[in-house]
């Protein structure tokens, strides 16, 4: 990272530990703290809870005069007489906005809903929270408090949810003022909202949960499973078996026990991950004491354990591929047996009836060509067996509790153009479980919840929000297949996903739902701004290029939040212009077209008896049946070849965890298969511009990291790039070969606490 520069504290109110007004010249700071963070000047060093953290130059140096004026506003003109010298030939602007981005990745901050860093709109920006600064003094060092001026004002939050592809969307829930480092204040009649974790970018939260008497947070994160004193922010580590992980998990009502899902890394091949038949040291549930001591097994499959209120029994989701059940057992781990459930069910979390009576649970069925899954809340009757369906809705989230007043807290995506944010929401019960009256929203936020948990005396909730970006970046390809470095192609705070290029190579045409709806915009590699192709309204995606490349093909959605129906296929010009149906299908999930002189263009209509690939025709629509493969996952994704020859399957069979990857000549007829046995996943893949290698994402089975590989025709992979964190979604070749659109994801997950709810 280099030395840098330390900085003077030229601006604040610094007192000693005795409260005593002290010079501000005067105080020799060589590291400044605030939160979880602190800042080692000399060092040139931003550490996390004593573990460094990489910041590039720039970065650290805009933080580290944010931090000389905590609670004032440092202008861009300042910061730009600060770091760019005036001979310096920058584009100030974009320069300014990458450090900032780049700034709030490390803090896992965000700009809509900022903990540390704010933008002041045309003026520039101020850091919020409190800070202190380490004094030298000898050979020791006293913490002496910058507070921000008179006039700093504090910040509200904005509310929010946010749902991600189809399956998921996320409640986020912020409803106070920022006052501290931790706490918020609160108006009467508002919720009050505390953040609990302050995990940046590269580390985040994948597992939270509050203890039943509200005392206690349990979380995992990149690091390891740690248990945090809500109230004082003490935390200590977990003890877990050597290469578990924690998947999922709950408290126990005593408060000194947990449930967890534990996952580990050596898969025995041949058997799904969550089957009975894989051995415990892969997966299963369980029993963990925050006190101390080894970890008791309870299940060997399963996941998401929800013990009831009164400690007895233990309910549990087995989950394989796209068959889905609710099972259940004693708290210790014997008669465990079947509830409900079958091929094609997926289920979220389950969530027990404060008299311990009924388990309430969300549900979702594919929806097959849909932007997403037929969700449905339902309720089990552990007496009578009967289930009851609540309410059914495309926009429903998995993330579900029941509190002991009656109410179940649940969430749910907003409507177009917010389609990206999501909501809690409470629906009353009465004491036999029927709805009293209407759901009622909670919250009005930003980001996705991945899952929620309450205290037992309903007064805390705490909320695992997450927030995705998916990015669109370029990179070059050198020989060999190699690649350069990745550079950020969009700048925008949106999520932005490539899908194609234009024909001369210049230009990435991609996915964004920076219009509200999302749409299709074309964006030149070395230019900034991008230019609206096709607005969305409904949701516009998966853009491709004709095969005489002066048209987009595109896929529109039906609207989030409403019944499942048609996709359609639209062509439009490549510049713009009004769109033509070309055809539509209740099942269409992707598409693609070679390119001349072959004229072939291919889509796929997924259902639950399997995938069938059609022909189609740009101008004239559906064409003859080009093959189907048998219901093996619950989406096998495909790439088409430029010239219209090879089609490249990736899917699993039915008693194989390995995904295996097909090539399909149809010229012939003929078809190679081969296993990928580093990879637990293959998401996507793309043919090479040349036709001889595919451009393939593996999740690793060994870390779960993602890698660019590159497969030829036989099926031998090179690993091309390995990115540090970031996670990888698919690469899109220019038709020149030379460069690469990738599709990368950033993002933070923190946990956060809601009183008075």
């Known amino acids: 990272m280099g030395n840098r520069p330390v900085p003077v504290l030229h601006s604040g109110f610094v007192a000693d530990s005795n ?43 805009v933080l580290a005069q944010l931090l000389e004026r905590p609670g004032d506003v440092v202008t861009r003109e300042e910061m730009r007489d600060r770091l760019w010298r005036s001979d310096t030939f920058v584009d100030f602007d974009h320069s300014l906005n990458a450090a900032i981005k780049r700034l709030r990745d490390a803090l896992g901050d965000s700009a809509e809903n900022p903990t540390f860093v704010e933008t002041v709109a045309r003026r520039g920006y101020r850091f919020l929270a409190p800070v202190t600064a380490a004094q030298s003094n000898g050979n020791s060092a006293a913490a002496v408090a910058i507070r921000p001026e008179p006039e700093a004002r504090s910040v509200s939050w904005r509310r929010g949810w946010w749902m991600v592809g189809g399956i998921t969307a996320i409640v986020l829930v912020l409803l106070g003022t920022w006052l501290g480092a931790r706490f918020g204040s609160q108006k009467a009649g508002e919720l009050r909202t505390t ?28 690091t390891g499973f740690y248990v945090e004193q809500i109230d004082t922010g003490e935390t200590r580590p977990i003890s877990l078996p050597p290469g578990f992980i924690v998947q999922s998990g709950s408290w126990m009502p005593d408060s000194v026990h947990l449930t967890v899902s534990l996952d580990h890394g050596s898969m025995k091949e041949g058997v799904p991950a969550g089957s009975p038949n894989q051995p415990a040291s892969r997966w299963g549930i369980w029993e963990i004491s925050v006190l101390g001591g080894d970890p008791r097994p309870l299940s060997d499959f399963g996941g998401s354990p929800e013990p009831s209120p009164d400690g007895k029994k233990i309910a549990f989701i087995r989950q394989v591929e796209n068959n889905g059940e609710i099972w259940l057992m004693s708290a210790d781990g014997s008669g465990s047996h079947k509830l409900l459930g079958g091929p094609g069910d997926w289920y979220g979390v389950l969530a027990w009836s404060p008299d311990n009576t009924s388990i309430a649970y969300t549900k979702g069925r594919l929806a097959m060509g849909g932007w997403g899954t037929k969700g449905s809340l339902e309720i089990l009757n552990l007496d009578s067996h009967q289930t009851e369906t609540l309410f059914s809705s495309t926009a429903l989230d998995p993330a579900l509790a029941w509190s002991s007043d009656g109410r179940l807290i649940f969430s749910q995506s907003e409507m177009p153009p917010n389609q990206i944010d999501c909501n809690l929401w409470s629906l009353q019960l009465d004491r036999s479980a029927k709805p009293v009256g209407e759901p009622h929203r909670l919250t009005q936020d930003t980001g996705w919840v991945s899952s929620i948990s309450l205290s037992t005396d309903k007064k805390r909730l705490a909320v695992l929000r997450e927030f995705h970006q998916p990015e ?25 996903l490539p899908f194609a290029w234009t024909p001369d190579s210049k230009q990435v045409i991609f996915v964004s739902e920076r219009a509200g709806p999302f749409s299709i915009f074309r964006q030149d590699m070395h230019e900034t701004v991008a230019e609206l192709v096709v607005k969305g309204a409904p949701a516009a995606g998966i853009p491709r290029l004709t095969p005489d490349g002066r048209s987009l093909v595109y896929l529109a959605h039906p609207t989030v939040g409403q019944t499942p129906g048609d996709v359609s296929i ?8 009004s769109s033509t149906k070309v055809l539509e299908s209740p099942n269409l999930s992707n598409h693609q077209c070679a390119r001349m002189p072959s004229t072939k263009c291919i889509y796929s209509d997924l259902a639950e008896d399997g995938t069938t690939f059609w022909y189609y025709d740009p101008v004239k629509g559906k064409g003859d049946p080009v093959l189907k493969i048998p219901p093996v996952n619950q989406y096998a994704n495909w790439s088409l070849s430029g010239d219209g020859a090879m089609l490249a399957v990736v899917d699993r069979d039915r008693t194989d965890s390995i995904p295996q990857l097909r090539y399909f000549n149809l010229l012939t007829g003929g078809e190679q298969r081969f296993s ?15 036709g001889k290698t595919i451009w393939s994402v593996c999740r690793s089975s060994a870390d779960g990291k993602d890698v660019l590989l590159n497969i030829d025709r036989q099926g031998r992979m090179r690993q091309v790039w390995r990115p540090e964190w970031l996670e990888m979604g698919w690469a899109i070749p220019s038709p020149d070969g030379k460069y690469l659109a990738l599709s990368k994801s950033s993002g933070t997950a923190n946990v956060w606490m809601i009183e008075h709810f």
Not at 201 to 222: E, H, K, N, P, T
Not at 676 to 690: E, K, N
């Open 472 to 496: 669109v970046y370029v990179a070059r390809v050198e020989a060999g297949n190699k690649i350069a470095e990745p550079q950020r192609l969009t700048l925008d705070d949106r999520g932005d």
């Open 570 to 577: 639209m062509r439009v010009s490549l510049w713009g212009g």
């Open 195 to 222: 953040r609990l974790t302050a995990t940046p970018a590269d580390d985040w939260v994948r597992v939270s949960m509050i203890s039943r008497d509200g005392r206690y947070l349990a979380y995992a994160d990149q």
């Open 676 to 690: 990928m046995t580093p990879c637990a996943a293959i998401p996507t893949l793309d043919w090479a511009a040349d």
């Open 19 to 61: 409260g005593n007004d002290m010079n501000p010249a005067k105080v020799e700071a060589r590291t400044l703290r605030f939160g979880v963070f602190e800042l080692d000047l000399r060092a040139g060093e931003l550490r996390r809870s004593g573990m460094k953290v990489k910041l590039q130059e720039q970065p650290f140096q």
